[in-house]
């Protein structure tokens, strides 16, 4: 009780001491409101204004934004601290306000900044006080009304820094970007304008009075400070970067190791969802890691290869997502965003123990051999290194001796034929046709050169989505349409090639057609006789049969390539199956192989297959048989000299002989004879049902002669 006692003792005594005080000082408040009134009576018009510096200033005072200032009970003698008496006119230049006489903490913070320091080397428009906060409208920070409210500061910073002609004057830099510009359309900026609360503005990165310029070492946004001042929001990313290995080295004073505006930029900051961010799924690995790890200078600086960029690139992860695609891997699929380490840590992302884990997240099926898989495959012949890269290096070291090879043979055949050819060029009459190639045959033939070409474009569109025939094709080589019509063309030329298998075999025709097609040792002899021919060592040209040594290389040539590209691109489609069967590199090998099989199967074909049926001045513009199925007679004579002797009976002797007028004449309606059969056993069932007469030997020399001679 007598501790009560005490304590209201206490309480009492301190009213009678403060209640005096009180009083006091609300009357000074009093009389010093009452005496504004003198203020007003000039300061209340409208059209006072003064001149300062050659600009006209308005020294209009509205009294009701006054009276709603956070000011209002400080007066005007407050801050203008010279006024003597107010009764009196007071002098016509005051001192400026010093605002440092009662906010003296905040001023001394001020006094460090960039703006005071311009102030005090000469830069008369740089920031105040009232620039600001406002002179006689000072509002709190938490009042909508307020110029430093959280939804209006960056308007208030944009009257200076987006002032094109404010911001080339002083940061020398003409054309600049705007800041406030920029900011506005960022993450931040958009979420201001949203009213979302919390949201980053100008202050949250610069400080409030504390801006200083970003090479200074205590600046809010220097390198060794940026990444504070972005974990004051983004606690978790913070967190995760610190035990990162950037944020590690970062620490340690090395000022290449990237911090958070290298990745997401200064006042640009976009969501990772917007295609424009440098953190897109599209950007991150084309642009935004390339920018250290291909940089030649930080490579070499730290020995960080500059290989993995180019290497995940020519992957095939990094051939979609050069293509547009949005859903295959990039840098931070594999080794993370925030929390990136090294592969030795065992926390890693790519640690051994891990990657089956993150492999998974995109590869459900993903088994400890597909784990394996050398995503930055760099081509070494180095003992020592992983036997994956050993191997598929060898392959393709082999592939490219191959193709240089078989390519220069390829050119050296070509050329010195169409020379010798070109040369000898005559026109050759010819009226009677023979059988080539049957219906079934070409419908082989152009379903499978459909298939063909369809899978070198979409096949090479993905390997070089930057080249510029790739836009002709496709807007996005990388899309599912690509990868859809691949797939197709595949199929397609795997079933073709099926069925040719059954038609060789189990056909009469194809059998005779595989047979005339069996390589002997008469072929070599024939291709050496032909080079010595061209070459003008040899006065004889080899005479061929049914099919030539060119023929050949082109039929067994096709049907390697189509098993190994068929096999391999099966291991390609379906990978995390086969890297059940297959070692962990074993997938990468079939890539290699897929990729320079390619190489040679479209070298081939561009070469040698179009050189014989096109540019071959023989048969230029174009040997017509893969259309029609018929060769003419001066051709067959020509290129199949054996085949034709076969035919028509004619002792080798007489080969070079021309026949008589009658003979010709002969030959030419037993051509039309069997050509009519042939057009009739294809076409009979349409005429029949569509009433039209089939065709006779005189109508077919009445209808197709005339054409075929115009032809020819």
Known sequence: ??????????????????????????SLTVIARVDESVCYDCHGDRDLKKSKH????????????????????????GCHTDLENMEEEHASELQPVNCGGCHDGIDGVYQGSVHAKAIRAGVTDSATCANCHGEHDVLSKENPGSRVYPMNLEGTCDRCHGDVAFVEEHLGIPDRVLPGLIYKNSVHGRAVEAGIQGAATCSDCHSSHNLKSPLEPDSMISRQNVVSTCGKCH??????????????????????????????????????VDPESSVAEQKISLTTCPQCHGAERITREYGVSTLKVRSYLDSYHGLAKRGGDVVAANCASCHGVHDIRKSSDP??????????????????????????????????????????????????????????????????????????????SRRKAGVKYYLRLTLNERIQHALLAVGFIILVITGFALKFPD????????????????????????????????????????????????????????????????????????????????????????????????????????????????????????VNVARVIHYYEAILASMTILVWHLYSVMFDPDVYPMNWSKITGYIPEHQMKHHHPLEWEEIEGVPPSST?????????????????????????????????????????????????????????
Request: hydrophobic share 40%; with cysteine.
């Open 467 to 586: 080249a510029w025939w790739v836009d002709i094709f496709f807007r996005e080589p990388a899309s599912p349409m690509r990868s859809l019509l691949h797939r197709i063309a595949g199929v397609v030329t795997v079933l073709v090639g099926i069925y040719h298998g059954l038609y060789v075999f189990f056909t009469r025709r194809g059998r005779d057609q595989l047979k005339a097609l069996i390589p002997g040792p008469q072929d070599a002899k024939d291709m050496i006789g032909l080079m010595r021919y061209d070459l003008g060592l040899s006065k004889e040209e080899p005479k061929f049969g049914r099919y030539s040594y060119i023929e050949k290389i082109e039929y067994f040539g096709a049907i390697w390539g189509t098993v190994v590209m068929t096999l391999t691109g099966f291991v390609l489609w379906y990978d995390e199956f086969f890297s059940l069967l297959l070692p962990g590199w074993g």
């Open 54 to 77: 050659g600009k006209e200033i308005s020294l209009y005072v509205e009294k009701a934004s006054f009276e709603r200032s956070v000011h209002v009970q400080v007066g005007c003698v």
């Open 347 to 424: 926390r890693s992302m790519i640690h051994e123990d891990n990657l089956v884990r993150t492999c998974g997240k995109c590869h459900p099926g993903a088994s400890e051999n597909f784990a394996q898989f050398p995503v930055h495959f760099i081509p070494t012949l180095a003992r020592g290194g992983p036997v994956g890269d050993l191997v598929a290096s060898y392959v393709r070291v082999f592939y490219l001796v191959l193709i240089a090879l078989v390519v220069v043979f390829m050119y050296v055949h070509g050329g010195v034929d169409f020379v010798r050819k070109w040369l000898a």
């Open 656 to 712: 070079g002989q021309r026949a008589d007028k009658e003979e010709e004449e002969r030959l030419l309606k037993e051509a039309h004879e069997i050509r009519a059969k042939e057009l009739n056993r294809i076409e009979g069932p349409w005429r029949l049902h569509s009433g039209v007469k089939p065709y006779s030997s005189k109508a077919f020399e009445v209808e197709k002669a005339k054409e075929i001679l115009d032809k020819e």
């Open 235 to 272: 606690q978790r990313a913070y967190q995760e970067y610190v035990e990162s290995v950037h944020g590690v080295v970062a620490f340690q004073g090395i000022s290449d190791s990237p911090v958070c505006t290298d990745c997401h930029g200064i006042h640009s900051i976009r969501p990772p």
């Open 1 to 26: 009780m007598e501790m009560i006692r005490h304590k209201r003792i206490s309480r009492y005594l301190l009213a009678f001491l403060i209640l005096p005080s009180s009083i006091f000082l609300l």
